[in-house]
């Protein structure tokens, strides 16, 4: 059974930086397409970062310069370095890994419907 974990969520002021983590169990994030996406209230899933199954990473402009994606493959643990936060990065923050079965991964424009795995959410809060 597949499991992503999410931790490193919080509140900060604008400016600020957190780390968010996602430890898989039953899934190996290497070879494997994965991501990190957000949902802010009232808006639709997007992707913010991810790295395709070559191992290729793949950032949303609206965060470019600010968020980094990495991957431990050894620990099989996802990360999402964020820095410089603003307000509009206020928002639940979900793991992702693989697709469904036929679908095409596209970077961080993959449309949520076509992951094969969340994690339950970690919610990242920036005050002005």
């Known amino acids: 059974q597949v499991q992503l974990v999410e931790s490193g969520g919080g509140s900060v002021q604008a400016g600020g930086s957190l780390q968010l983590s996602c430890e898989a169990t039953?899934?190996?994030?290497?070879?494997?397409?994965m991501g990190w996406f957000r949902q802010a209230p009232g808006k639709e899933r997007e992707g913010v970062a991810t790295i395709d199954s070559d191992g290729s990473a793949d950032v949303a402009r609206s965060v470019k310069g600010r968020f980094t994606i990495s991957a431990d493959n050894a620990k099989n643990i996802l990360y999402l370095q964020m820095n410089s936060l603003k307000p509009e990065d206020t928002a639940m923050y979900y793991c992702?890994?693989?697709?469904?079965?036929?679908?095409?991964?596209?970077?961080?424009?993959?449309?949520?419907?076509?992951?094969?795995?969340w994690g339950q959410g970690t919610q990242v809060t920036v005050s002005s």
């Open positions: 039953g899934y190996t994030f290497s070879g494997n397409d």
């Open positions: 992702a890994a693989g697709r469904r079965s036929g679908e095409e991964w596209v970077g961080f424009q993959t449309p949520p419907e076509r992951v094969g795995y």
